[in-house]
C-alpha cells in the first residue's frame, strides 16, 4: 500500500489546456516535494512545501499544500509541450530520513 | 560537478546471480539513498545513508546489502537475484537528509532478471 496516492495516474491534454495533479495521504508530513522525471532520466525537484495552507508557484506551475499537511496539489496552466514527462510528489515526515513517493502521474501535452 | 553517477546502465542477469550497482556523488553529500522504480508504484525507498558508515533500511530492504565505507560511494548489493528484482534503480543524495533538502538523483541502472 502506497502512503501518497496521486492521482489521475495518466494525463493527456491539448496544448493550451489548464491540468490539475492531487497527491494524497491519510499521514500528516513535515514537507511535501514535487519531482518531474523525463524518459531515462532521474527525477529533478520542482518545488518544496512545508507550511500547511502554503501555495508557490514556478512560472506556469502552482503548487499548494494542504492545510492539514496531508496532500497537496500541483495546477498547470496553459500547459505546453514540454511539460511532458512523469510528475512525482514525495512526502517526509520530520522524525527519520525517509521519503516517501507517490504513485506518479504521467502527463502528455499534444502540440 | 559530475553529480550523481550510476554504473551500470543497463543490466541482465540470470536468477541467483550477484552483483553491485554504482553510485557516487561528488558533492559532499551526507545522506545518500538507493530506489527502485516500478510501473504504477512511484520510487520506493530500500537502503539510505546519513554518513560513512551509517546505514539503514528503507521501505524494501529485503534482498539488498548496502555499505557506505567513504562519502563519495554508496553501492548496492543483490545477493542473489530474483525476477521480483527486475526495475529501474536511482540512487541518490542530499546535503544531510533533512526534509527540506534537495535530492540530487543519479540517471538509473535499469536491471532485468531474467
Known amino acids: ?111 | 560537478n559530475a553529480g550523481v553517477t550510476q554504473t551500470p546502465k543497463f543490466q541482465v542477469l540470470k536468477t541467483g546471480q550477484s552483483m553491485t550497482l554504482q553510485c557516487a556523488q561528488d558533492m559532499n553529500h551526507e545522506y545518500m539513498s538507493w530506489y527502485r522504480q516500478d510501473p504504477g508504484m512511484g520510487l520506493r525507498l530500500i537502503h539510505y545513508s546519513v554518513g560513512a558508515g551509517i546505514t539503514d533500511q528503507g521501505e524494501v530492504p529485503n534482498g539488498y546489502n548496502v555499505s557506505r565505507s567513504t562519502t563519495e560511494d554508496f553501492p548496492l548489493r543483490l545477493l542473489s537475484a530474483a525476477p521480483s528484482q527486475t526495475s529501474v534503480y536511482f540512487c541518490a543524495s542530499s546535503y544531510s537528509g533533512g526534509h527540506t533538502d534537495t535530492q540530487y538523483f543519479g540517471p538509473g541502472t535499469r536491471l532485468t532478471v531474467l
Open chain 1, 1 to 111: 500500500t502506497q502512503l501518497l496516492e496521486q492521482s489521475p495516474q495518466f494525463l493527456s491534454i491539448q496544448e493550451g489546456e489548464n491540468l490539475t495533479v492531487y497527491c494524497n495521504s491519510s499521514s500528516v508530513f513535515s514537507s511535501l516535494q514535487w519531482y518531474r522525471q523525463e524518459p531515462g532520466e532521474g527525477p529533478v525537484l520542482l518545488v518544496t512545501v512545508v507550511t500547511g495552507g502554503e501555495v508557490k508557484k514556478l512560472k506556469r506551475l502552482t503548487f499548494q499544500f494542504g492545510d492539514a499537511r496531508k496532500d497537496s496539489s500541483l495546477h498547470i496552466t496553459a500547459a505546453q509541450p514540454g511539460d511532458t514527462g512523469l510528475y512525482l510528489c514525495a512526502g517526509a515526515r520530520r522524525a527519520g530520513n525517509q521519503f516517501y513517493f507517490g504513485t506518479g502521474t504521467s502527463l502528455t501535452v499534444i502540440p
